[in-house]
């Protein structure tokens, strides 16, 4: 079977968002962020000086990743896929391409996506990997500085220690950076069902091309979500948190417009959406979905033959909410 036919057939999954932001839970020197935790780098913002402290602390003594494993399969997940590295820069794998990873600049030292792909392979989870392939705050070329729409920070570039945006080349960045490690993603973890792209605005469509060849290069039947721009996707992840009452999309819109961009030649669809009002891990945060809620999200969403992938966002000891277990473990039953 391929993992196009896996994909539809597979219709509920689990998503973590962990990182260096867990540490501060969404709060930074008495002010909260306003809505995802993830994003409180740039939110508050926080040059990278003072957030790369975080780095020197980050040491989860409760990380277990076979737990996390058999609570998604406990749960009627069917794949898993966690965020190699967000948009604070951070690798949460061990990159050879920069030292600002969990490996090499934590007491942690060890390889988180090793680890839980260790176990999805023990198991028989599939395995794929959330990689942030424009937005980097920690380099002075990331993207997303030709972009002014609204973000969930001050901007969706890092404008508070890089502020010349006239001196920005996403290229420097892509070439350096993006480039090596998900080169290092693709051949250093075996079989990835999946590449879990996010928020393209400065990639060219060259970039976001060759960014689907290299993946297809070292990994022909992983595939690779609608995020990555430019329609170089194999399916589509709609909006964060969307679930549509019925689905349709036009195959001959405008590739450019929001129909358009909807559509997968191959019938592959998934909503991704959080357990309460945020992607990491905010401590004040007491929104949280209701076993039946996901139940009702599930059903629907597969009816429309979309894939339900339901996000946890683990603390800074590595423990994933109890809220968040006994909600999916009471609507897997």
């Keep these: 079977m391929t993992n196009r036919e896996w994909f539809k057939s597979a219709r509920y999954g689990m998503m973590a968002h962990w990182g260096l932001y867990s540490l501060l839970g969404g709060e930074y020197k008495g002010r909260r962020v306003r809505d995802y935790a993830e994003w409180i780098q740039s939110y508050m913002p926080i040059a990278n000086a003072e957030y790369e402290k975080l780095a020197g602390i980050f040491d989860p003594v409760y990380f277990d990743a076979d737990a996390w494993i058999r609570l998604a399969k406990e749960s009627g997940m069917q ?16 990159s050879k391409a920069d030292a600002y990873n969990v490996a090499d600049a934590t007491p942690f ?20 990997l959330y990689y942030s392939q424009e937005l980097d705050w920690h380099h002075p070329h990331g993207g997303g500085y030709d972009n002014a729409a609204g973000c969930s920070g001050v901007s969706w570039d890092n404008s508070w220690d890089y502020p010349d945006r006239s001196q920005k080349d996403f290229s420097i960045c892509f070439e350096e950076k993006i480039k090596p490690q998900v080169k290092e993603i693709l051949t250093q973890y075996g079989d990835l069902c999946l590449v ?16 689907n060849a290299l993946v297809k290069h070292y990994q022909p039947d992983c595939l690779i979500n609608s995020r990555i721009g430019n329609g170089a996707y194999d399916y589509v992840s709609l909006g964060d948190n969307e679930y549509p009452t ?7 819109a405008d590739p450019n417009s929001l129909d358009g961009m909807k559509y997968s030649p191959y019938g592959l669809y998934e909503t991704a959406g959080t357990m309460n009002s945020s992607w990491g891990y905010k401590y004040y945060d007491q ?17 429309l033959g979309i894939n339900y992938l339901l996000n946890v966002g683990p603390d800074a000891l590595g423990r994933i909410p109890s809220f968040s277990q006994e909600a999916l473990l009471k609507a897997a039953k």
């Design 79 to 94: 794949y898993f896929v966690f965020t190699s590295k967000h948009h604070d820069g951070f690798a949460m794998f061990h």
């Design 246 to 252: 019925s689905f349709a999309v036009d195959e001959n």
């Design 109 to 128: 030292g060890r390889d988180v996506v090793a680890e839980l792909g260790e176990a999805c392979y023990k198991h028989g989870l599939k395995f794929g």
């Design 196 to 211: 879990w792209f996010d928020v393209p605005h400065t990639i060219t469509p060259a970039q976001s091309l060759e960014l």
């Design 287 to 303: 929104n949280w979905i209701t076993a039946e809620e996901i139940i009702a999200r599930r059903k629907k969403l597969n009816e």
